[in-house]
């Protein structure tokens, strides 16, 4: 059966347009500023596809509502065997002419990214982009406006910040240099280790046993 072909919903560009200045309109008035920070990836392995460590060199101002207002997602704090963990998520909503206005120049492409990052001043913290949901809602009059992008709080793995901001850059510097850890105990572990392991010749487990 055919649709009426007297009622258009899904190519009328005057009402999508209409509905896109307000949906930008109401993100302003009620959204944060934030700062969108890019990833680049330094040292790509191409067996496991992965980089060695990631710089986050710049800093782009862009307007995010936050969808999550009541608070934060996730899991929250709970323990496990590696001691007490922080999985707070949190979801932002940001127009895609914003973004492409704003951040697209620098970075190059017109969406948000998995494991770019985004810092929210206003708690000072810094968070990694986990998933973005590119179709939310579902093509209001046949045009999407938006994008949801659920970010979950980030863990420092040795990556370098230089991004202008100065609290931000401050808070990571030490975890810049993994070599240089001060949270490193490798070298306590492997001490401890060769006072309990024995590879002498009278050990069953040698190469020369």
Sequence with gaps: MAVNPYFNHF???????????LIVESIKIYAHDMQYIPRTGINKDEVLNEY?????????????YIKSASSFEGQGLFM??????????????VSKRSFEEFVTPTVSYTRPLEGDLIWVPMISALYEVSYIETALPFYQL????????????????GDTFNTGITELDTKYAAFDDIA??????S????????????????NPFT???
């Design 180 to 185: 240089n850890d001060p949270y490193d105990q």
């Design 187 to 202: 070298s306590d572990f492997e001490g401890e280790a060769n006072t309990i392991m024995d590879f002498s010749e009278t």
């Design 142 to 157: 046949g045009t999407l406006q938006t994008y949801d992008i659920t970010l979950e709080l980030y863990e420092s793995t």
């Design 80 to 93: 496990e065997k590696f001691g007490l963990q922080i999985k707070d998520q949190i979801t932002l909503t």
């Design 52 to 64: 060695e460590y990631s710089e986050f060199n710049s800093a782009i101002d862009c307007e995010f």
């Design 207 to 209: 190469d020369g046993y």
């Design 11 to 21: 190519s009328a560009n005057n009402e999508q347009t209409l509905i896109e200045d």
